[in-house]
DNA sequence: ACACATTCGAGAGCACTGCTCTTGCTTTGG
DNA sequence: CCAAAGCAAGAGCAGTGCTCTCGAATGTGT
């Protein structure tokens, strides 16, 4: 009933899977997703290509384990920068969340590149990507919902009566506790705040903004407050 | 001094070229640009694909010309719906051109992930690339120009201390006659404008925002409040 | 403990890719 | 008119994802 309960194979399994998906991934954060190859992966690990095949069924399962990892990382990154600005304001909070998204974009670029650029050839990102993609967002939500019980939020525009039921239908989904208007704006802060980092990552930027730091971090309080949040102790 | 100045050899060579690109663009479109193969785009024209070397020198020659042309084709629709909403106001003019953006996105999705995607393979964008990547951006200057000067704009949230400089550097270089706070703002709605579409266009809204159009809407619309754009006739 | 089944690594091979080099042919310009 | 330059074609190199087959190692049921 040690970690070798399974007996010999399954453990092996477990390691040479592993092995793999760390070479991959240095592959990846060298040279991108487009360079990355099965073959070089497995000559690197010693092994031949085929025998790689017992593991990743093609190419694109191996990037979508990838993927989810990549997701995993930078939620997990979020999750630690909500849990050390605890004692601070909502707004800071909210920009200390951003700026750790932008820290391990920054520090991850390719892998930013795989689960928020372009969709790779073909794939379709299966469903067991999206809890691992969520845990960003809910971080957020978080902030939103212990801000509104104890703080308060404003109140953004009103929504326009088209949006009324969309607005409904996803506050019932995501935060049944806030005000729709504040959720919309949240949902499109959310998505914002990635047009802000990738912008900056992809060289969009260059010759633009030179002072990065200082400019996300005044854009990113902008939207802090546009979705409702106000500064004051958390 | 008709189309044929410069000899039949001249001739062959830029409809040779255009042929090559409408064909990659098709193929481009078809499956994305991981998948466009010179040999492919060379045999469909009955060429050999040695022959194709002679007009690209390389495969990301070939993308760099296709990213061009989708920078320009992207600028000349937010252009042309920047032309459409000369009689509306401000803010009408800056959702139009944003749905200008949108629409051209959904479109032509290959062409959107080519340009505001992930970077290609190690590819670094040639300074020939700027002044079409910048079209867009400079529609949105003009609409935040033309309000200053006739309806007025209201004021951002003030700047910090530590990114005065760097708003007033990014005036002198964009809109001298603006203020500098409304150009900090614009450049990072600018940012955050591509975040909304991205966001839509590679599915991370997927089960998450239903009514696409009324949603994007109402957010641009929000951004463009958020740039000091006010209500009213042009 | 033995036999059967499953799992695995290795190798060969297919069809494809970007790219280079050489070989002739055609157009161009002095 | 003839040399120079531009061009298409073919062969070839190194690399890719992926499939299939074949022994060997490792499981499991009786």
Redesign the pocket.
Known sequence: MSSTA????????ME?TAAIKDEARRQLAAEGAA?????????EL?????????????????LTALIIDAYDSLGESAEAAHAEAVDAGPVQRWISVAQAVRDWALRHPHEYALIYGSPVPGYTAPDTTVPPASRVGLVFIGILREAHATSGLTEPAPLPADLRPEAERMTADLAPDLPPANVAALVASWAELFGLVGFDLFGQFNRVVEHREAFFRHAVGRLAHGVGLVDGRG
Chains 1, 2 share one sequence.
């Open positions: 399974k007996g010999v194979r399954a453990r092996a399994r040479v360079k990355l190859s099965l073959r070089a992966v497995a000559r010693g092994m031949v290509s085929s025998a790689l095949y017992r593991y990743f069924p093609s190419r694109d399962d191996l």
